[in-house]
């Protein structure tokens, strides 16, 4: 007991040392990592040129204290404590020898990246150590992704390299002045949420762009130098997408990883289909409130007038039909001119015979089962025959503009 006391202590004052810093570990996309809490790391950067990158991952919400220490080399290192895309959180540029300084943040609920850097400052070898705590709020997740390197030619989206799988790091250079780098994906089928991370790996950043099928999907950004970027997308059924990098200048690299691999196939969308034919599924059966005179510029003068109706529906149609006029001026007075009644089997139609016996626009009404297309002809119609459509109520508006323009015409 007093043995496991002791060594409990022990593991608690002298924390577990490691050597990190393997080559190549120059920026985020060859970052080390994931490592743990509670370890000292130790490294070295050989020259100004020199920076070593590593990453880790926080569970929840912690106060988290990363504590960077000046180990040899007569204080020649700066450290950097970046974000889950290696946005700088805090810097630390003044480093004497020996000396040593704490990153503390406190981290956000769920699993985030956090990354640290520690870069020479002169032409000489320095050697620095650092520890993550507390242990217990680091957590395992992903490694850094292998790098793909893509091909030339890909200068449009005819020859884009791909399709691309999801969750693969694609790398790619501009290498001329006028070089375009073409790269297409395909999204599965349903909705899916794409997000695009990319970066320059060099100084020199090219644009980047996400072309979506719509019209104005496309999105395009600088590439930010060592820190991830992303588009977001939203593909509402299996679509292509083409990821392009352009500009820059000569020599400019960049890496990019599209994410979620499920989000993307391999498998190209299928053609756009032709436009169907409206399916022809008769629509049940229901009373019929009104109809309007479709031609507004024609009017039932006094006297006798044909009114046909044809049993266009599904079923049957019978039932008394009336035809009445909105009196003029007032859209809400309606006055009977005439009525008829009509029993017809689908597909069939009659006339009936209309008196008209007041003037004004017509407005028909049935109160049958059954969908009717009336025709309303005869020699005391001005303006030839009129054909009346069915009119639901949430048309009223269609059917009373032509209206005020035939009154205007008439004041
Ligand atoms: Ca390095
Ligand atoms: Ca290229
Ligand atoms: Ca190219």
Not at 158 to 179: C, H, K, R, S, W
Not at 353 to 361: E, F, N, R, T, W
Not at 365 to 394: C, F, M, N, R, Y
Request: glycine fraction near 10%.
């Amino acid at each position: 007991m007093l043995i496991a006391a002791v060594c409990a202590l022990t593991a608690l004052a002298v924390p577990a040392v490691a050597m990190a810093d393997v080559e190549p570990n120059d920026g985020i996309t060859e970052a080390e990592g994931p490592l743990a809490g509670g370890i000292a790391y130790a490294g070295t950067v050989a020259n100004e040129n020199d920076r070593d990158t590593y990453f880790f991952y926080v569970n929840g919400q912690q106060q988290i204290d990363i504590r960077v220490t000046e180990t040899g080399g007569a204080g020649c290192i700066e450290s950097r404590f970046g974000g889950p895309d290696n946005e700088e959180l805090d810097e630390d540029s003044i480093f004497a020898e020996g000396e040593s300084h704490d990153f503390t943040y406190s981290t956000p609920p769920g699993v985030t990246r956090f990354y640290l850097e520690v870069r020479g400052r002169c032409s000489s070898e320095a050697r620095y150590a650092f520890t993550i705590s507390p242990t217990a709020a680091i957590t395992g997740g992903g490694p850094t992704l292998m790098s793909n390197p893509t091909t030339e030619p890909n200068e449009n989206a005819e020859q884009a390299f791909g399709p691309l799988v999801g969750g693969v790091a694609y790398t790619g250079e501009i290498q001329t002045q006028n070089d375009e780098d073409w790269f297409k994906l395909y999204t599965a089928p349903g909705t899916q949420q794409i997000d695009v991370a990319y970066t320059s790996i060099g100084e020199c950043s090219p644009e980047a762009e996400l072309k979506g099928p719509g019209e104005y999907d496309d999105l395009s950004n600088y590439a930010s130098f060592d820190e991830w970027q992303h588009f977001t997308a939203t593909s509402a059924s299996a679509s292509a997408y083409y990821v392009r990098f352009t500009r820059g200048c000569v020599g400019s690299r960049y890496e990019f990883v599209v994410n979620p691999p499920g989000a993307l196939t391999l498998s190209p969308p299928p053609p756009p289909a032709p436009p169907t034919a409206p399916v022809s599924t008769p629509p049940p059966a229901k009373p019929h409130r009104g109809y309007a005179i479709a031609n507004p510029g024609a009017k039932v003068e006094k006297g006798n007038a044909l009114l046909e109706l044809m049993c266009a529906g599904a079923g049957d149609c019978a039932g008394t039909v009336s035809l009445v006029a909105r009196a003029n001026g007032d859209s809400d007075a309606k006055v009977f001119i005439g009525s008829g009644t009509f029993a017809l089997t689908r597909g069939t139609s009659v006339v009936l015979p209309v008196a008209v016996s007041k003037l004004g626009m017509g407005m028909l009404h049935l109160s049958p089962l059954g969908q009717v297309h009336v025709h309303l002809s005869g020699h005391d119609l001005k303006g030839g025959s009129l054909l009346l459509t069915a009119t639901e109520h949430h048309r009223k508006h269609r059917a009373h503009h032509p209206r005020r323009r035939h009154h205007h015409r008439h004041h």
